[in-house]
Nanobody, 129 residues
Framework: QVQLVESGGGLVQAGGSLRLSCAAS????????MGWFRQAPGKEREFVGTITRNGGSTRYADSVKGRFTISRDNAKNTVYLQMNSLKPEDTAVYYC??????????????????????WGQGTQVTVSS
């Protein structure tokens, strides 16, 4: 099973940017569809975005579309979440997640928490107004 470690969180003012990284170990990320999720205090974990295993396609939650971008570097075994134009409502713990897929299933999007097999420990993002 792959191990995931997020980094890059912090405190930023509204309108600012952050880039989160998710580094994998144990297995190559090229076998996985990757997702980013977030969880605010008192709320359920919610889908942010996902990227197919070859990095060819992405899908985002409506709340972040046009502001957040997911990318992956399979050679570095790392996935990124670039967050621009941050808003206070983006404040949450951000998690990366991995879903083991094959060449066929790896072309689909997965937006449900339960679809993913492995999770990182999360990184806190706080956006001040």
């Amino acid at each position: 099973q792959v191990q995931l470690v997020e980094s890059g969180g912090g405190l930023v003012q509204a309108g600012g940017s952050l880039r989160l990284s998710c580094a994998a170990s144990g297995r190559t990320l090229s076998s996985y569809t990757m997702g980013w999720f977030r969880q605010a205090p008192g709320k359920e974990r919610e889908f942010v975005g996902t990227i197919t295993r070859n990095g060819g396609s992405t899908r985002y939650a409506d709340s972040v579309k046009g502001r957040f971008t997911i990318s992956r570097d399979n050679a570095k075994n790392t996935v990124y979440l670039q967050m621009n134009s941050l808003k206070p409502e983006d404040t949450a713990v951000y998690y990366c997640a991995a879903k083991d897929t094959d060449l066929y299933t790896g072309s689909y999007y997965y937006t449900a928490v339960r679809a993913y097999d492995s999770w990182g420990q999360g990184t806190q993002v706080t956006v001040s107004s």
